[in-house]
């Protein structure tokens, strides 16, 4: 396993950017900003962190599994969005748990929930911790909940069957990406879900919050590679049906599909896989506009070309990642199959860049994903989570939000975004910010756009600063018709956006079937309902 995972921040102790990576990024934020430096502040070390005494203390059938020390304890306070960061960097945890509970089999699961139901405690799972939304953290002060404690599944790891035959893998739910990933390389197959957190967050986690992953069309969430489940609940196990489809009534995977720890614990589920990638192709492709980039992107996606790769930048989000000088937009483009060469797929997908004023960059197709602007766009999104642990403490704002709209509404959709998000950055902060756009995943109905916005904070008010851009944002969006998340979750940061977009009565059934798998309402308080 290496080296832990670090209390604070992204990754494992020891990780982090370069010197030139960080000079890179602290570079753009002094020229967007006309500074030469940054006001920093210190970030709270782990022995300065002090922790109220537990609340409660496991008994001893389960102390073997438990921890209460400092380090576990706060490394599951929170998750990786923007407020995690702040409040971790001033030493703020009291959302910490009274108890990290490490089970190593369903039989243990089913014994902490029991205990922490008897004991009055809140339990949330934690998956990997990666959650942008606030969907890790328990905060029981003043509430009905006497304590906290936090599930991890870190030691249910393993990859338990392969059917080569139906190219499926039964997969424990605690699997980290890369672990996973090993496991099946051997067989020589792959589940192919990549999200950017895909280093360390898990199988129950993507399935928990229906992760998006890597293919920007076709199997964009997790969703779509799930064929059944095993949920532990405070009621007993659900096992569902393997099948590689049904009609029988209501599909109760999707109930727990999506369901951020609500409704019970995803032990172990059978995820259908893929061959091995054995052909690839790839293109940067430079437009003149965003708006000509995505006509392109729609143009593709309508003709069921289906590439596995099919994200557009705007020019300040391409000169932000250095995939770009800012002048042009730019679509990174590629084609995968482990049974046949994708060229004449490739080719089509050029034809319909080449109809809206794209120019493709000239690389070797199948490494082209790897070079150039593709190459260098690639790097920064795997590298940039470890960005806001420097970033954040010298006051700046840097975070993002993602939504969904259907292509009818998406040009005007994406400018009154935009205009209300910059807005409200000047309204927050006095000084004006930045607000980029990209495209994560693509359908034939319309585009999932990414923005980032960039701001100047102040110390001693970052929390309300960024609390009234992300508003501002989330009210536009929801206003416009869009989603509050296509792939980041709902935790708690975006709950009062989705209590607008969902239907009542879909929240009412929600609350029944919660109080039927968890009659005590201790899984995960504060997600997506109010019991």
């Keep these: 396993m290496g080296a832990r995972l670090k209390h604070y921040g992204w990754g494992r102790e020891g990780e982090g950017m370069t010197e030139a990576e960080q000079a890179f990024v602290l570079g753009r934020y002094q020229a967007k900003f006309g500074c030469d430096s940054f006001e920093r502040v210190g970030v709270a070390a782990l022995d300065d962190i002090k922790l109220r005494e537990p609340r409660i203390v496991p008994p001893k059938s389960l102390s073997e599994i438990c921890a209460v020390d400092v380090y576990h304890r706060a490394a599951h306070a929170y998750g990786k969005s923007y407020p995690d960061y702040v409040r971790g960097m001033l030493g703020d945890y009291d959302a910490a748990p009274d108890v990290v509970a490490y089970p190593r089999d369903e039989a243990e699961i089913a014994a902490v929930m029991d205990w922490a139901g008897g004991a009055g405690a809140a339990l949330t799972p934690f998956g990997g911790g990666s959650s942008v939304c606030g969907g890790v953290e328990c905060r029981v002060d003043g509430s009905r909940y006497k304590a906290a404690v936090t599930l991890d599944l870190r030691h249910l790891g393993k990859v338990l069957e392969v059917d080569a035959t139906s190219r499926a893998a039964l997969i424990q739910g605690g699997a980290f990406g890369p672990a996973l990933e090993a496991q099946l390389k051997s067989r020589n197959v792959t589940l192919r879900h990549f999200p950017q957190s895909f280093e360390y967050s898990t199988l129950g986690g993507w399935i928990a919050t229906r992760s998006g992953g890597h293919f920007a069309s076709l199997y964009t969430h997790i969703d779509d590679l799930v064929e059944s489940l095993r949920v532990v609940t405070p009621r007993g196990v659900v096992e569902t049906r393997r099948l590689p489809g049904s009609g029988a009534g209501p599909s109760p995977d999707r109930m727990f599909i999506g369901s951020e720890g609500i409704l019970g614990v995803i032990s172990a589920a059978w995820m259908r896989l893929q061959s091995r990638p054995m052909f690839r192709a790839g293109a940067s492709v430079r437009f003149p506009t965003f708006f000509a980039a995505a006509h392109a992107v729609r143009a593709v996606a309508q003709a069921g070309l289906y590439p596995s ?38 080719a089509r997908a050029l034809e319909c860049c080449a109809d809206h004023g794209g120019t493709k960059e000239e690389a070797d197709a199948s490494s082209a994903h790897l070079e150039g602007a593709a190459g260098l766009w690639r790097n920064a999104f ?107 979750a709902v935790g708690r940061d975006h709950r009062k956006w989705y209590d607008r977009q969902r239907p009542e009565l879909f929240a009412a059934a929600l609350r029944a079937a919660k109080r039927e798998f968890d009659p005590h309402a201790m899984l995960n308080p504060g997600v997506l309902i109010d019991p």
């Design 382 to 488: 795997i590298r940039m989570p470890y960005a806001r642990e420097f970033l954040t403490p010298a006051g700046l704002i840097n975070d993002t939000f993602e939504t969904s709209i259907t292509w009818e509404r998406f040009e005007s959709f994406h400018d009154g975004i935009k205009a209300a998000t910059e807005q409200a950055i000047v309204d927050a902060t006095g000084i004006k910010g930045e607000v980029t756009c990209r495209f994560t995943h693509v359908y034939p109905d319309g585009p999932a756009p990414y923005f980032s916005f960039h701001a100047l904070g102040r110390h001693g008010a970052l929390l309300e600063q960024w609390q009234a851009i992300k508003d501002a944002a989330s009210d536009a969006l929801i206003a416009a018709g869009g989603t509050i998340t296509h792939h980041h």
């Design 309 to 346: 790769n099919c994200r557009i930048l705007d020019p300040q989000e391409a000169y932000n990642t250095g995939a770009a000088d800012g002048s042009v937009a730019i679509m990174v483009l590629a084609f995968e199959s482990g049974d046949h060469p994708v060229e004449p797929w490739m």
